[in-house]
């Protein structure tokens, strides 16, 4: 299953990197592939490490402004021009999303991904992994705007929230 993973390009405490560790080591052990940002910075370089380990694959898929930040050892690396191409060939490449604690470029990302779900244009599952409550205020403005009417199809069919690696990969099973 090749799953694309969103997260933090920064280097985090232990209560965010150490479940992202988990999180890498489970995937690689599935004999998954992970498609990512394509970086050696912060949880994306510790992320891809992790996999890498545990004998996944690893499919970058970087962007040519952060070409120097490339991570070298992916079994596959793609350079997209601009970050707009970029982020439609994470979700080309994906059979599922997943989300890891992360800041703007996270947020950009699953965003998107989710608005294009909305209208329908894939039906890719996609999760969100609350590490330590990372996500409890998104889960709030989420749910609000379901309760409110602001979204067209019921939230548990846009995203699923987990709390454990493991979690995570059980949502994923269950929703293929
Ligand atoms: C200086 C530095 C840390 C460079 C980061 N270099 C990067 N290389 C590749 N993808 C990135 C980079 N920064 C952000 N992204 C994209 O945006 C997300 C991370 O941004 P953030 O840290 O959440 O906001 C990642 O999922 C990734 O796809």
Same mark, same amino acid.
């Given at each position: 299953?090749?799953?694309?993973?969103?997260?933090?390009?920064?280097?985090?405490?232990?209560?965010?990197?150490?479940?992202? #560790?988990?999180?890498?080591? !489970? *995937?690689? =052990? +599935?004999? %998954?592939?992970? @498609?990512?940002?394509?970086?050696?910075? $912060?949880?994306?370089?510790?992320?891809?490490?992790?996999?890498?380990?545990?004998?996944?694959?690893?499919?970058?898929?970087?962007?040519?402004?952060?070409?120097?930040?490339?991570?070298?050892?992916?079994?596959?690396?793609?350079?997209?021009?601009?970050? #707009?191409?970029?982020?439609? !060939? *994470?979700? =080309? +490449?994906? %059979?599922?999303? @997943?989300?890891?604690?992360?800041?703007? $470029?996270?947020?950009?990302?699953?965003?998107?991904?989710?608005?294009?779900?909305?209208?329908?244009?894939?039906?890719?599952?996609?999760?969100?992994?609350?590490?330590?409550?990372?996500?409890?205020?998104?889960?709030?403005?989420?749910?609000?705007?379901?309760?409110?009417?602001?979204?067209?199809?019921?939230?548990?069919?846009?995203?699923?929230?987990?709390?454990?690696?493991?979690?995570?990969?059980?949502?994923?099973?269950?929703?293929?």
């Amino acid at each position: 299953m090749n799953i694309t993973v969103f997260c933090s390009a920064y280097s985090l405490d232990e209560r965010y990197t150490l479940p992202a #560790a988990d999180f890498a080591r !489970l *995937l690689g =052990e +599935r004999g %998954d592939t992970l @498609v990512w940002g394509g970086s050696h910075a $912060g949880l994306m370089g510790l992320l891809a490490d992790g996999v890498k380990e545990a004998g996944g694959r690893l499919v970058g898929i970087s962007v040519d402004l952060l070409a120097h930040k490339a991570y070298e050892g992916a079994d596959e690396l793609v350079s997209a021009p601009d970050l #707009a191409t970029r982020k439609a !060939l *994470l979700l =080309e +490449r994906a %059979d599922a999303v @997943v989300v890891l604690v992360g800041g703007l $470029g996270t947020l950009d990302e699953v965003t998107e991904v989710l608005e294009l779900k909305k209208h329908a244009l894939h039906d890719k599952p996609v999760v969100l992994l609350d590490t330590d409550g990372f996500y409890a205020g998104m889960r709030t403005q989420l749910e609000r705007m379901e309760t409110e009417g602001f979204l067209p199809r019921p939230l548990a069919d846009l995203v699923v929230f987990a709390t454990t690696p493991a979690e995570a990969f059980a949502a994923l099973d269950q929703a293929r």
